[in-house]
């Protein structure tokens, strides 16, 4: 049971000149044993992706290569092996997932064919036998209607669909080492359990190894039997799943595992009495539906109400396409609703115009998801902070000077106010989006995903931000997002969404407690490694996996 | 069944675009000074007011414009494109008798210009910052800025006068009244020069747009994942890359099938080609303009017909666009 499937010694990577460093990793030391599921653990940057890649002899040539060591894959080194003998092996003994199943499929192929290439290369079976075996596989993997998934596109397919399609691809040759690059990074909480589920589960039937790389403590509890975590490309800790997770050793390791939001109800506080700031009574928003000849309208928003007192964290939680997207921007009316009201402190904003919305404008202010898109890379960072107030009315030299004051608020260095966006990282970026957003000293902020695109110490670092400058400034706080440990950390009040429509709201701790909407109490259960905060502290035997 | 319906579809919204067309040709051609009466009184030597005033009645050149523009769009409703006095034929015929040396002059270049650009275009991306790779991009550059006229009179200067390799002008040779292959090749050695000075602009632009398009294309994930499983370098380029990276230029070939309705006037004057373009440039220089309608009618309707089959083709390869 013991034997080792791939045995990584003193692996090196170089990084060309002008990288960050030297090397993306540095004397790696990793065993994979057969039939077990080894998580590499470790933040962007980390070097994660480059050992898989690696391993596959898929590093981007030719400015990263090998600079040392041995990948020894059932005694052969992976790393000595020419590109004729790399292409044996890979698909056929060592296949890989990767985290956007969208962009990993040939847009333009059926599945059936993308599965049938592996075995055309792998193997000389005849047409009709190939095409049992896709079916089979498609079976294998529960994606229903095998016959007619072989002949859809991959846009046809939902994202899990989609993950599972590429997952019965990797396996289709009963690989004896499955890489699986952060597979379910992508995909809602709910389909990111199957898909868990159904790795482990494949894994066990076929007794796989499997490389599984994240950056999700909760994932590793749920998947793993050993961890190893990465720092920089460095190995800084591993071992079996409970003593790493449990009593992990190494002050980074113990950082990573203190910076994930836990899975636990805020103390209960008394509903606030404060007045309304935000009133949304039957917001109607459909998409589509326009040109000449019409077509298929999307709900996204139905009869949606939504209410947010003045000091409170308002969560708006729900998957992908459930509308809280649209939500948020109905309610800063960044874009146009086609009915019901929205109330901003007792003025109905619904149905302004965009020149008659200018004034509000101030009051409601948005932090985006992604740091990097949401910034003018050809502005300062100061410009970008003054352009609000200098569009109200206020004097550049005045605006400028609120504006470093701000910079010092969010814990940012006042030579910042004359870089460029590109010169911070992901979480100083969204440092400036805050600081941005606060500029016109709004009353209400919408915060859209805002920790989504950030490692978790960094995350940690930006919710402590918006929870210091919100007690601060008295502001109140709308906040969407799809993390529930992270709504339960941050939200005096959640709202649930689904389709559309807000099945659930309530206090976050009789949300959590005891939800009343059989929908909410699937996204709690889907959580990955729901408990493993406490349960980690309990003796091994005790512990199975979900 | 889906087919025929979003052919119908595209069909009928085509008869609004074609009809504006139409429309505003009719009005601007008339806001010129002018009229192909004058013209022709002034060539027969004898303008006198009595005379012009016979010519404007006997074409219904005497009646407002409104009136004249009812009596075109009827015409045209019964496929009857007027009249023209210049050359003294109906317009029809005289467009129909040009429409094939220019369809295949257009094809030809346009053909030409798809497959030698697609081409050239993948082999720089596939062999980026190479010897290859720059000579392309070089070439590619110079043609891109080379003017077609330009091309086209230095080419009759080397291949035509200097070298006596190639016919200077025209569609087959003069009184040698070929037939079956000898015909088929008088026809294409007097191709080469016209259908070489029309596509070069094009194909620049195409092997250009492919080269981004294939780059871009090799770093997709799905690229990676064919990789993973094992797959050849060159399979990995033909069966996948190939055709992801081909759909841009089939955009672009679509946006600019107009243009080369356009840059066929100028080549076909150069090489005396008989086509459309020559007859709408001397139509231009006489001022026929019920010719000078017709053809503008009969180019929209091309371009409407061409930008269809691109985005039939666009459908074929990209199961993303639904019909």
Same mark, same amino acid.
């Given at each position: 049971?013991?034997?080792?499937?791939?045995?990584?010694?003193?692996?090196?990577?170089?990084?060309?000149?002008?990288?960050?460093?030297?090397?993306?990793?540095?004397?790696?030391?990793?065993?994979?044993?057969?039939?077990?599921?080894?998580?590499?653990?470790?933040?962007?940057?980390?070097?994660?992706?480059?050992?898989?890649?690696?391993?596959?002899?898929?590093?981007?040539?030719?400015?990263?290569?090998?600079?040392?060591?041995?990948?020894?894959?059932?005694?052969?080194?992976?790393?000595?092996?020419?590109?004729?003998?790399?292409?044996?092996?890979?698909?056929?003994?060592?296949?890989?997932?990767?985290?956007?199943?969208?962009?990993?499929?040939?847009?333009?192929?059926?599945?059936?064919?993308?599965?049938?290439?592996?075995?055309?290369?792998?193997?000389?079976?005849?047409?009709?036998?190939?095409?049992?075996?896709?079916?089979?596989?498609?079976?294998?993997?529960?994606?229903?209607?095998?016959?007619?998934?072989?002949?859809?596109?991959?846009?046809?397919?939902?994202?899990?669909?989609?993950?599972?399609?590429?997952?019965?691809?990797?396996?289709?040759?009963?690989?004896?080492?499955?890489?699986?690059?952060?597979? #379910? #990074?992508?995909?809602?909480?709910?389909?990111?359990?199957?898909?868990?589920?159904?790795?482990?589960?494949?894994?066990?039937?076929?007794?796989?190894?499997?490389?599984?790389?994240?950056?999700?403590?909760?994932?590793?509890?749920?998947?793993?039997?050993?961890?190893? %975590?990465?720092?920089?490309?460095?190995?800084?800790?591993?071992?079996?799943?409970?003593?790493?997770?449990?009593?992990?050793?190494?002050?980074?390791?113990?950082?990573?595992?203190?910076?994930?939001?836990?899975?636990?109800?805020?103390?209960?506080?008394?509903?606030?009495?404060?007045?309304?700031?935000?009133?949304?009574?039957?917001?109607?928003?459909?998409?589509?539906?326009?040109?000449?000849?019409?077509?298929?309208?999307?709900?996204?928003?139905?009869?949606?109400?939504?209410?947010?007192?003045?000091?409170?964290?308002?969560?708006?939680?729900?998957?992908?396409?459930?509308?809280?997207?649209?939500?948020?921007?109905?309610?800063?009316?960044?874009?146009?609703?086609?009915?019901?009201?929205?109330?901003?402190?007792?003025?109905?904003?619904?149905?302004?115009?965009?020149?008659?919305?200018?004034?509000?404008?101030?009051?409601?202010?948005?932090?985006?998801?992604?740091?990097?898109?949401?910034?003018?890379?050809?502005?300062?960072?100061?410009?970008?902070?003054?352009?609000?107030?200098?569009?109200?009315?206020?004097?550049?030299?005045?605006?400028?000077?609120?504006?470093?004051?701000?910079?010092?608020?969010?814990?940012?260095?006042?030579?910042?106010?004359?870089?460029?966006?590109?010169?911070?990282?992901?979480?100083?970026?969204?440092?400036?989006?805050?600081?941005?957003?606060?500029?016109?000293?709004?009353?209400?902020?919408?915060?859209?995903?805002?920790?989504?695109?950030?490692?978790?110490?960094?995350?940690?670092?930006?919710?402590?931000?918006?929870?210091?400058?919100?007690?601060?400034?008295?502001?109140?706080?709308?906040?969407?997002?799809?993390?529930?440990?992270?709504?339960?950390?941050?939200?005096?009040?959640?709202?649930?969404?689904?389709?559309?429509? %807000?099945?659930?709201?309530?206090?976050?701790?009789?949300?959590?407690?005891?939800?009343?909407?059989?929908?909410?109490?699937?996204?709690?259960?889907?959580?990955?490694?729901?408990?493993?905060?406490?349960?980690?502290?309990?003796?091994?035997?005790?512990?199975?996996?979900? | 069944?889906?087919?025929?319906?979003?052919?119908?579809?595209?069909?009928?919204?085509?008869?609004?675009?074609?009809?504006?067309?139409?429309?505003?040709?009719?009005?601007?051609?008339?806001?010129?000074?002018?009229?192909?009466?004058?013209?022709?009184?002034?060539?027969?030597?004898?303008?006198?007011?009595?005379?012009?005033?016979?010519?404007?009645?006997?074409?219904?050149?005497?009646?407002?414009?409104?009136?004249?523009?009812?009596?075109?769009?009827?015409?045209?409703?019964?496929?009857?494109?007027?009249?023209?006095?210049?050359?003294?034929?109906?317009?029809?015929?005289?467009?129909?008798?040009?429409?094939?040396?220019?369809?295949?002059?257009?094809?030809?270049?346009?053909?030409?210009?798809?497959?030698?650009?697609?081409?050239?275009?993948?082999?720089?991306?596939?062999?980026?910052?190479?010897?290859?790779?720059?000579?392309?991009?070089?070439?590619?550059?110079?043609?891109?800025?080379?003017?077609?006229?330009?091309?086209?009179?230095?080419?009759?200067?080397?291949?035509?006068?200097?070298?006596?390799?190639?016919?200077?002008?025209?569609?087959?040779?003069?009184?040698?009244?070929?037939?079956?292959?000898?015909?088929?090749?008088?026809?294409?050695?007097?191709?080469?020069?016209?259908?070489?000075?029309?596509?070069?602009?094009?194909?620049?632009?195409?092997?250009?747009?492919?080269?981004?398009?294939?780059?871009?294309?090799?770093?997709?994930?799905?690229?990676?994942?064919?990789?993973?499983?094992?797959?050849?370098?060159?399979?990995?380029?033909?069966?996948?890359?190939?055709?992801?990276?081909?759909?841009?230029?089939?955009?672009?070939?679509?946006?600019?099938?107009?243009?080369?309705?356009?840059?066929?006037?100028? %080549?076909?004057?150069?090489?005396?080609?008989?086509?459309?373009? #020559?007859?709408?440039?001397?139509?231009?220089?006489?001022?026929?303009?019920?010719?000078?309608?017709?053809?503008?009618?009969?180019?929209?309707?091309?371009?409407?017909?061409?930008?269809?089959?691109?985005?039939?083709?666009? #459908?074929?390869?990209?199961?993303?666009?639904?019909?």
């Amino acid at each position: 049971m013991t034997t080792t499937v791939l045995d990584i010694e003193k692996l090196s990577i170089g990084l060309p000149p002008g990288a960050d460093r030297a090397q993306a990793v540095t004397d790696v030391d990793l065993a994979l044993r057969a039939g077990a599921v080894t998580c590499l653990i470790g933040e962007s940057g980390s070097g994660k992706s480059m050992v898989a890649r690696a391993i596959l002899g898929l590093l981007p040539k030719p400015h990263v290569r090998i600079a040392g060591g041995r990948l020894l894959f059932e005694g052969q080194d992976l790393a000595a092996i020419d590109e004729r003998g790399m292409r044996a092996i890979r698909g056929a003994r060592i296949a890989m997932i990767f985290q956007e199943p969208m962009t990993a499929l040939n847009p333009l192929h059926t599945i059936g064919r993308q599965l049938d290439e592996i075995l055309r290369i792998h193997t000389t079976t005849g047409r009709a036998a190939r095409r049992d075996r896709i079916l089979a596989l498609l079976d294998s993997v529960h994606l229903p209607d095998p016959a007619r998934l072989a002949r859809a596109f991959p846009h046809q397919l939902s994202g899990g669909q989609r993950q599972r399609a590429m997952i019965a691809m990797a396996l289709a040759l009963k690989p004896r080492l499955l890489i699986a690059d952060e597979p #379910t #990074t992508a995909l809602d909480v709910t389909t990111q359990a199957q898909i868990l589920h159904l790795i482990r589960d494949l894994q066990r039937e076929h007794g796989t190894s499997v490389l599984f790389i994240t950056h999700d403590f909760g994932v590793v509890a749920d998947i793993a039997d050993s961890v190893a %975590v990465l720092q920089k490309g460095r190995l800084v800790e591993q071992g079996g799943v409970a003593d790493v997770l449990g009593r992990p050793q190494h002050p980074y390791t113990r950082s990573l595992i203190a910076a994930v939001p836990k899975l636990a109800p805020p103390p209960v506080r008394p509903a606030s009495t404060a007045p309304l700031v935000v009133e949304g009574r039957k917001i109607e928003k459909a998409y589509g539906a326009r040109g000449l000849f019409g077509g298929r309208a999307i709900r996204a928003l139905a009869q949606v109400d939504v209410e947010l007192r003045r000091g409170e964290t308002l969560g708006v939680v729900g998957e992908s396409g459930s509308g809280k997207s649209t939500l948020a921007r109905a309610v800063t009316r960044l874009m146009p609703v086609d009915g019901g009201e929205i109330l901003l402190s007792g003025h109905n904003v619904a149905d302004l115009s965009r020149a008659q919305m200018r004034p509000h404008r101030k009051r409601v202010q948005m932090v985006f998801q992604d740091p990097y898109a949401s910034l003018d890379p050809r502005q300062r960072v100061i410009d970008i902070i003054a352009e609000g107030p200098i569009i109200h009315g206020t004097t550049p030299a005045v605006a400028q000077e609120e504006a470093r004051v701000l910079l010092g608020l969010v814990g940012l260095d006042p030579s910042a106010a004359r870089r460029f966006p590109h010169e911070f990282s992901g979480g100083q970026r969204q440092r400036i989006g805050i600081a941005r957003a606060l500029a016109l000293r709004p009353d209400i902020l919408v915060a859209d995903e805002p920790v989504s695109a950030l490692d978790v110490s960094v995350q940690a670092q930006i919710l402590a931000l918006l929870a210091d400058i919100k007690a601060r400034l008295q502001l109140s706080m709308l906040f969407v997002t799809h993390d529930l440990r992270v709504a339960l950390q941050v939200c005096d009040r959640i709202a649930v969404m689904r389709q559309g429509a %807000v099945v659930e709201v309530g206090p976050t701790a009789e949300i959590y407690a005891s939800p009343k909407h059989p929908y909410t109490a699937a996204l709690f259960a889907a959580v990955p490694g729901a408990d493993w905060q406490e349960r980690a502290s309990r003796p091994i035997h005790e512990r199975t996996h979900a | 069944m889906r087919l025929a319906r979003y052919l119908g579809h595209r069909i009928l919204l085509a008869i609004p675009v074609v009809l504006g067309i139409v429309v505003l040709n009719f009005f601007l051609i008339h806001l010129a000074p002018g009229d192909a009466a004058s013209v022709l009184a002034g060539e027969s030597g004898a303008a006198s007011p009595e005379y012009l005033e016979q010519l404007r009645q006997k074409f219904g050149l005497d009646q407002p414009l409104g009136t004249q523009f009812l009596v075109y769009l009827t015409n045209m409703l019964h496929l009857n494109l007027g009249y023209s006095f210049r050359n003294d034929s109906p317009v029809t015929d005289l467009i129909l008798d040009r429409l094939w040396p220019t369809g295949l002059l257009m094809l030809t270049a346009f053909g030409a210009a798809l497959v030698a650009g697609t081409l050239l275009g993948l082999i720089a991306a596939t062999r980026r910052n190479s010897w290859r790779d720059s000579v392309i991009s070089l070439v590619s550059l110079v043609a891109y800025a080379t003017p077609g006229f330009w091309l086209g009179l230095m080419m009759i200067v080397v291949f035509a006068i200097h070298l006596g390799w190639l016919p200077t002008s025209g569609f087959d040779t003069v009184g040698a009244d070929t037939e079956g292959w000898d015909q088929v090749w008088d026809v294409a050695r007097h191709l080469v020069m016209p259908a070489i000075a029309l596509s070069l602009f094009y194909l620049a632009v195409y092997a250009r747009v492919m080269r981004a398009s294939v780059l871009e294309q090799v770093g997709m994930d799905y690229v990676t994942t064919a990789r993973a499983k094992g797959q050849t370098e060159i399979r990995i380029m033909t069966g996948h890359v190939l055709r992801n990276a081909l759909l841009p230029v089939v955009t672009m070939a679509g946006v600019q099938a107009g243009n080369l309705i356009g840059g066929s006037i100028v %080549v076909e004057t150069v090489f005396g080609w008989p086509g459309i373009g #020559t007859l709408a440039f001397n139509a231009l220089q006489s001022r026929d303009l019920n010719l000078l309608l017709g053809i503008f009618f009969v180019s929209a309707c091309l371009v409407v017909l061409v930008n269809l089959a691109v985005d039939l083709l666009y #459908t074929a390869l990209d199961p993303r666009m639904e019909l």
